[in-house]
């Protein structure tokens, strides 16, 4: 795979999985790029799945970044749910569906960084339990708790019953 399809198939991916963890869209940016330029700069021959291993990159990258403002005060700043667009959808169900994105993303912003990343990978990504596990090389019985607790937070701070969340099994 060169470099460009490489860009090209996994761009959106990546952008996705910063944007969810960073929260900024000019962050998200800017790490996307440095995933990319340090994903072209590496032998990829020995790679067996590039998807997993590119947000594995991603994730390293957007965990040293929030590292590194952790201590500083952050600014709350617009963003959008980056969403696939339905042409057919009535304008009160599309309305329905992007509160319901709002909603989740900011119980998603509400968990600790660890089980957030894990249930972006598994909900937003729609990683399989193992390709989470690889990706952030970690042991998947780690990522099963780690999906379990997030849904309990995310369950818990919504105060009723979502409909995002229900029927949403992390041990599939």
Not at 29 to 44: H, S
Not at 158 to 166: A, I, R, T, V
Request: glycine share 4%; charged share 35%.
């Amino acid at each position: 795979m060169t470099d460009r399809e490489l860009f090209d198939t996994y761009r959106r991916d990546v952008y996705y999985l910063c944007h969810y963890m960073l929260h900024n869209a000019a962050d998200a940016e800017d790490i996307c790029q440095e995933v990319f330029l340090k994903a072209f700069q590496t032998d990829r021959q020995g790679v067996e799945r590039i998807k997993p291993w590119l947000l594995r990159i991603a994730v390293n990258m957007c965990k040293s970044h929030l590292d590194r403002r952790k201590r500083g005060v952050l600014k709350e700043l617009k963003h959008f749910l980056l969403e696939r667009r339905r042409d057919s959808e009535a304008a009160d169900e599309a309305l329905e569906r992007k509160e319901n994105e709002l909603e989740t993303e900011l119980w998603l912003r509400a968990l600790p960084v660890k089980n957030r990343t894990v249930m972006t990978l598994r909900y937003i990504h729609e990683l399989s339990l193992q390709e989470i596990a690889e990706t952030l090389n970690i042991p998947p019985g780690t990522v099963k708790s780690r999906l379990n607790r997030g849904l309990r937070q995310m369950r818990k701070e919504s105060g009723k019953n979502n409909p995002n969340l229900k029927g949403a099994e992390c041990l599939e």
